[in-house]
């Protein structure tokens, strides 16, 4: 039996355990004899300390119930100090001293941040920018993500790495490389850009075609003679770098999973952290070769926005769809914001939360100690640099002893939903290539259409359009501006056998080589629809819309449509604005059996949106797990079969009341547990066992 196992049978792991085998089995992200259900999680850097301070630093992680580190993605230098000279004694005593402290470990290959000796005996392994200047040595991802030197050398560490651990019982999985960005325009990346080409299109007069290249005699002779940009060129071009892009991080991975995986043990996961919304290549391609989905969540803004961040949750949770970890996230504040100020007290602990509704297994904070020097010395950490607890480490350690009293309970659960939203890279890619107007941000959309939907639902998938769409009751495409085939006949069989189906502005405009399709918006949905769209509109002022859901506003955007068929109903108007908008269709909608397409032409403000997405989504029969609760208070409910659980966050700063519809066991009370309704204080959680 495993060292770990061992000790940890001894401990509080224990009840989670066990507890967790009286439930009936369902895949989650990952599964851990040795591990609870539940991780809170650290990054720890033991490279850049003495050993000496390694046990007080681990000590103060196991009193705040951490039971995962991080370790080792950013150490090229310290493993492999040259090359093919290897040091692995402190990373042994790394492990084993987490292990002493029921702590269990996942690995980084370090191949983010390759070492000094790398980048000067092999320049050519760096980057090349858009503008053609070569990255120099001193930061990170300073490397050309196509470099064939490169990824042999990246292979070789990873290796070593896995020969090493690959078996190790307290590592339970692998983390590769770091945060995925930037792409590269050195020769070789030209060069496989070309073929990539060439395979997908056979001869250059198709690609002349697809792409429409007559336009400023873009036509081609060859191949070679495309050019390589990121902006500024034909769409066509531009999407199709994208794909290759995808395609190049996806093969960047398999160069390091295919010498780890053959060397580990199977329970050990091979994972990336992503960084939500960042849509350089398109994230379902690059992990359909990884066992898990892991993410960093970061607050962007001033203001934590929860619906933002919630649909980033969901979003990474569909790319695997199944569960999932946060990788990093902040202990109240960043260091690369204009201002850096921090969650307010009680917010970090709302996040964690959140995160573990959303389908989270594990949460970790980056990072554990302050670091005495780098670029990131004012980030938020755990412990300062003296070695001591900062004023967050209490929250933290809350949370971790929530998450051991609530794991075995929420041991296998997962979200379940009757509702998804469509997140599509090509039609983001798309608009931002070309927006029309400045502030048609496609990501800002989707959240628009994701909060009322959340509100009303509870839970919502976001989910690819190649993924299958049974079981959902209503499926919301926000702006799905490429419409390729295969997407299409998906659509149209969802509706035809009783799905609800709302598409937003700007949705079927192009094919899948980024053309406009002849038939006008929603292209080949048109005629399921019963109508179209006659014209598009960027707007500088709001107009107005109204109907029998109310009145309310468009902003950005506008397009004027148009109905075909008797059977498709007209249930928003414009109002008198800029004339050609004037009394004209805004949204329409038609029945398809038990089905239903609806078209929105409009950016509507929130409230109206609401309306009309609380509106569909009754008629689509979803109901609310726990109905009635007030603005602001997010309910998830993750759960097995007949077992499930409610976790309830007020994400306002006052008190709010929940009634619940069935008396639930409250898993974090000390008193009694029974309850049939909870006081939530300012950021407050209750997480709740609900009644069969």
Known sequence: MPKFLTSCLTSVFAASLLASLSLPAEPQ?????SAPPLLLGAAWYPEQWPESQWDTDLAKMEAAHIHLVRVGEFAWSTMEPEEGHYNFTWLDHAIEKAAAHHIVVVLGTPTAAPPAWLTTKYPETLRI?????RDEHGNRQQFSFVNTKYRQLARGIAAEMAKRY????????????????????????????????????GDIQNLNAKWATAYWSETYNNFDQIPVKPKNENPALLLDWRHFVSEVWKSYSLNQIDVIRPLSDPRQFITTNTMGWFDNFDEYVVHSV????????????????????????????GYKQKNFWVMETEPAFVNWRPTNNPLEKGQVRDMAWQAIGHGADAVEYWQWRADLNGQEQYHGVLVGADGNPVPVYDEAKQVGDEFDKAGAALAGTSPHAEVALINDYNSRWA?????????????EELVAFYKPLSEVAQTVDIISPDASLDGYKFVEAPALNVLPKATTERLIAYVNQGGNLLLGPRSGMKDEFDALNTQLQPGPLRDLLGGHVEQFYALENDVPVGGDLGSGTSKIWAEQLSVQNPETKTILTYGPSNGWLDNQPAAITRKVGKGSITYVGAWLDGALLAKLTNQLVQQAGVQPKIPNTPAGVEVCVRSR??????????????????????????LLAAGDPSVSSVDLPKYGVAVLQLAH
């Open 29 to 33: 992200a990952t599964a851990y004899p």
């Open 129 to 133: 920018d858009e503008n053609g200047v």
């Open 166 to 201: 690959g078996h190790n019982p307290n590592v339970v999985g692998w983390q590769l490389d770091n945060e995925y960005a930037n792409d590269s325009f050195d020769p070789e990346a030209k060069a496989q850009f070309h073929e990539f080409l060439k395979k997908k299109y």
């Open 290 to 317: 990884l066992d898990i989905a892991a993410w960093d969540d970061y607050v962007g803004a001033p203001v934590y926005d929860p619906f933002d961040n919630g649909a980033r949750h969901d979003l990474t949770r």
């Open 431 to 443: 608009i931002d290539f070309q927006r029309h107007s400045e502030k048609f941000d496609p990501v």
């Open 641 to 666: 079969g007949t077992h499930s659980v409610a976790i309830l966050i007020n994400h306002t700063s006052t008190e709010q009341h929940v009634t619940l519809p069935n008396a639930a066991t409250d």
